[in-house]
C-alpha cells in the first residue's frame, strides 16, 4: 500500500496488489494516508512460491480488473 500511495502522490496511475490475508491492513494504511480510495485488488493468499502456471492463473483472473481500474480515473 505504502508503494502505491507514494505512486499515486507523483500523479501516476496504480493500482496495489493485496493478497486477502492483508486486505484489512491494506485499508487501514490507505486510511491512515489518507487515500481511501485508491485502487487495489484482492489477491488469493500466498502468492509467493506457486509457480509460474499458478501465478499466471491468477494474473489472468485479475488483469481484467486492474484494466477496469485505469479506465475509471
Do not use: C
Not at 485499508?27 to 489477491?43: H, N
Request: hydrophobic content about 45%.
Amino acid at each position: 500500500m505504502r508503494d502505491g500511495y507514494n505512486i499515486a502522490k507523483r500523479g501516476m496511475p496504480v493500482v496495489s496488489l493485496i493478497t486477502e490475508d492483508f486486505w484489512g491492513q491494506g485499508t487501514f494504511v490507505a486510511k491512515s494516508l489518507g487515500m481511501p480510495d485508491i485502487p487495489r485488488v484482492k489477491l488469493p493468499h500466498p502468492v509467493a512460491g506457486l509457480g509460474e502456471i499458478k501465478i499466471a492463473a491468477i494474473a489472468n483472473s485479475v488483469v481484467e480488473t486492474i484494466l477496469d481500474s485505469f479506465e475509471n480515473e
